[in-house]
């Protein structure tokens, strides 16, 4: 049983950053009263923020931390299993997620999300939806188990009887058939394998044993045939070595001459071009200035005339030195793409040599096999095989073994694969509690003054009938009807989690229950069923009906507004 001691929060939603502490265990019954917005249902989104990352009502993690504040917001619960004391801190700005057992905390090198199902699955086991069944009932955003989908109805019922453990079994157990499957499709491989071998090995030693003549000529007339093809394939690479031989080195010369002759004139036309530039820079100058600006002598037109026409004549010397530069560099270039043609045709002549010596050495091992083959050693030859064709039957036996005993094992887990599916083991733990289940809800349907007939199947569908028999579905109700079966379905679930010890709880917060739909009669007979639950149950009824309720709780809690903090009186 879990049993919730202490809430804590600050900064979450309209609370500031001062703790808000509610002692869970204080009173049996306990009225949280307050104006709309004072801040009664942020319990219950603390509660949740706190134990599953998410708040109760549907609002955005960023929506959580308070907007005046926008840091430092902290959900903190405490509680009991058994005798090991829990204590679960989340926050946001900065991210905080921690589970402690007692002094120590639990081991947090997980991602978030595996550290979250540590929690779920080993501590609470329950999760957000089963506890939403379980523990609150809600008017926001909370979704009643009958508008749940049948799927998630099924999650909530195997949390409940705590059979959701042969769910894992069957993940678990198609992982290993799966594996299993794998397992024999490669043990088939290595039959197929062997099998070939065999049939390989029979047809070499059938080929060994009618070795005639005529056989032995044919193969030796293979090996001449490969001996003439090499002699023909080291003729042509003596040829190709030869032209190699006497055009690569003067090529190569004649290439890195035209690189360092192209390198030399590509120097001078820069320095050509670096001198045509001074020369502009001077002559730039004697058109723009009338007198030397470092002695301030006027210069005379006759001397400007003078310089510029010596400017002229260089730059026409140097444009001349200039082109004559480029054309022989533009000539030197296609000298070396010639070059670089040729050397690229010696090239291929070398990977011809290459093509053909792999060639040669192919045909080479071709003929020593053949002379192997029709050599003195047929007999000795003939019993290897018979040798290795033994072997290869034996592994064989042995992988075939192997593969019986992986499809037994694959048959077994078939079988109880079966057992663990959803029309297995679980309808019959399901089918034996649904009797209970419906006694139940129609039992606290009849406190709650609505006589009808509530009938859950297997498959989680409802069946409701008037005292007349007419049949009827959930939706054809009116809220308060629709109502008083999400509270009697709160309470059955309640007393199933009490007998099965899964997610049992001494908590139970009702938010504007009483505020909704529930007409005075069901009022006060939803108070005849609270005053019916166990001592050691701590019941929280969120209510802005505080006039009507006052009196009828052992303790009230009132939630109001101080510049714009929500704060408890």
Wanted: glycine share 2%; with cysteine; proline share 1%.
């Amino acid at each position: 049983m879990i049993t919730f001691q202490k809430l804590m929060f600050r900064n979450f939603l309209s609370t500031g950053n001062s703790f808000t502490e509610i002692d869970l265990r204080k009173n049996k019954t306990t009225l949280v009263v307050g104006q709309n917005g004072a801040g009664k249902s942020t319990m219950l989104d603390a509660l949740s923020f706190a134990l599953f990352g998410k708040p109760h009502r549907n609002i955005s993690k960023s929506q959580i931390v308070n907007s005046i504040n926008q840091k430092n917001c902290i959900a903190q619960v405490e509680f009991f299993i058994g005798k090991a004391e829990y204590k679960i801190i989340r926050g946001i700005k900065p991210n905080i997620f921690e589970i402690w057992k007692g002094n120590t905390m639990i081991n947090q090198s997980s991602h978030a999300k595996d550290y979250q199902k540590i929690l779920e699955q080993n501590i609470l086991k329950l999760n957000h939806k089963s506890f939403h069944q379980v523990v609150v009932l809600g008017s926001s955003s909370f979704i009643p188990f009958m508008q749940l989908q049948s799927s998630h109805r099924k999650e909530v019922i195997e949390d409940l009887l705590d059979i959701n453990v042969f769910s894992k079994m069957n993940l678990l157990l198609k992982e290993k058939q799966s594996g299993l499957k794998n397992q024999i499709a490669q043990v088939n491989t290595k039959i197929e394998i062997l099998k070939n071998k065999i049939e390989t090995q029979k047809k070499y030693i059938k080929d060994v044993q009618i070795l005639t003549n005529q056989n032995i000529e044919s193969k030796k007339s293979s090996i001449n045939k490969n001996r003439k093809t090499i002699e023909g394939l080291q003729e042509s690479n003596l040829k190709l070595s030869k032209i190699i031989e006497e055009k690569l080195k003067p090529l190569e010369d004649e290439l890195k001459t035209l690189e360092s002759r192209k390198s030399t004139l590509l120097q001078y036309t820069a320095q050509f071009q670096q001198q045509m530039k001074t020369l502009a820079k001077d002559t730039k100058f004697y058109e723009d200035n009338d007198e030397c600006p470092t002695c301030s002598q006027s210069i005379s037109e006759e001397i400007k005339s003078l310089k510029l026409q010596n400017a002229k004549e260089k730059a026409k010397e140097f444009n001349t030195a200039f082109n004559k530069a480029d054309n022989e560099t533009s000539k030197i270039n296609i000298t070396i793409d010639e070059a670089k043609t040729s050397l690229n045709d010696i090239r291929a002549k070398e990977s011809t040599i290459f093509v053909n010596n792999q060639t040669i050495s192919t045909l080479q091992t071709q003929n020593n096999e053949l002379e192997n083959d029709i050599s003195n050693d047929v007999v000795m030859d003939l019993d290897n095989a018979k040798n290795d064709l033994n072997t290869f039957n034996d592994e064989q036996n042995t992988i075939t073994e192997s593969k019986l005993n992986l499809s037994d094992n694959y048959s077994y887990n078939q079988i109880i694969a079966e057992l663990l599916k959803d029309t297995g083991i679980k309808t019959k733990i399901i089918k034996q509690y649904l009797p209970v289940i419906n006694k139940l809800v129609n039992q606290y349907l009849q406190v709650l003054d609505f006589f009808v007939s509530f009938d859950l199947d297997e498959s989680f569908k409802e069946t409701i009938r008037s005292r007349h028999r007419d049949d009827f579905s959930y939706d054809s109700f009116s809220e308060g009807e629709k109502q008083r079966i999400d509270l009697a379905l709160l309470f059955t679930w309640r007393q199933i989690a009490k007998m099965k010890n899964s997610v049992s709880t001494n908590l139970l917060v009702l938010d504007e229950t009483f505020d909704s739909s529930l007409d005075y009669d069901g009022i006060e007979n939803l108070f005849k069923i609270l005053h019916t639950l166990p001592d050691d149950s701590n019941i929280f009824i969120i209510s802005h009906k505080g006039d009507i309720l006052d009196g009828k709780f052992d303790s009230k809690m009132e939630f109001y507004k101080d510049k714009n903090f929500s704060k408890i009186k």
